[in-house]
């Protein structure tokens, strides 16, 4: 399947998310230039961290405007998958096409590290290939994750469980002293109701090789996209 990788002034994930893809997940991978609006027949639209733009205004405000946007949204609105990635989520959520804002760390600190994310639900195209429950680890850098919504819409998030992976201790524990940005109720990512738009803040691409990273649980992500694709002929 193709993967088109979207990149923004200011991405600094896009070739990470490129080389995961081609060489540890072997999947044809292209990017797709912010001011263009040619998604290139991609299968998959990946929105990759950085800092989109500067982070002006707000993180993902004004990438959210970009001409290549207009198409993802089509292309989301159309069932097509997208999954946005630490400032891609932030994009996502300023688009529209998730629910709720990024803020910044409750510390005010930008963090940098590896976190441990529990698998809140097995059941999507982004996370098919995890087992319920299971606890992965995966890195974070941004200053701007504390995922913030109003009671409605955690609720609904909770209700129709869209809640994919939230921040836990090794054992799989979502305390307050493993949540590394102050998110609602630990939320490390969250799906759209038609559940083929997928926003996390961890670094999944920065997790794929084990030579490089010492650790793939990163390549569980894309594999789940992959192998769902399979299954539905793609």
């Known amino acids: ?100 804002v990024l803020m910044r760390n409750t510390s005010l600190r930008f963090v940098c590290k590896y976190v441990h994310l529990k698998v809140e639900n097995a059941d999507t195209m982004f996370s098919g290939s995890c087992l319920p429950g299971q606890v992965i680890e995966i890195p974070i850098a941004h200053g701007d994750g504390n995922f913030v919504c109003d009671g409605a819409v955690l609720k609904e998030l909770q209700d129709s469980n869209r809640i994919v992976f939230r921040y836990c201790d090794a054992e799989g524990n979502a305390t307050e002293e493993a949540n590394p940005n102050g998110s609602m109720m630990n939320i490390a990512g969250i799906v759209n109701k038609r559940g083929n738009v997928f926003g996390m803040m961890p670094h999944p691409e920065r997790a794929c090789d084990r030579q490089l990273m010492g650790r793939s649980d990163g390549a569980l992500i894309f594999r789940s996209i992959v192998e769902h694709a399979s299954v539905l002929g793609v």
């Not at 072997?26 to 299968?43: T, V």
């Not at 982070?55 to 946007?69: Q, V």
């Not at 989301?76 to 630490?86: E, F, H, K, Q, S």
């Open 1 to 100: 399947m193709k993967f088109g990788i979207v990149q923004f002034p200011g991405s600094n994930c896009d070739h990470d998310a490129l080389w995961a893809l081609q060489h540890n997940l072997g999947q044809e991978a292209e990017f797709l230039w912010h001011k263009g609006s040619d998604l290139k027949n991609a299968d998959v639209i990946v929105l990759p961290g950085g800092f989109s733009y500067g982070d002006y205004l707000r993180t993902g405000a004004i990438a959210r405007f970009s001409p290549i946007m207009k198409e993802v949204v089509r292309f989301a609105n159309a069932g097509g998958p997208v999954i946005g990635i630490c400032n891609g989520f932030q994009i996502l959520c300023e688009s529209g096409l998730l629910p709720g």
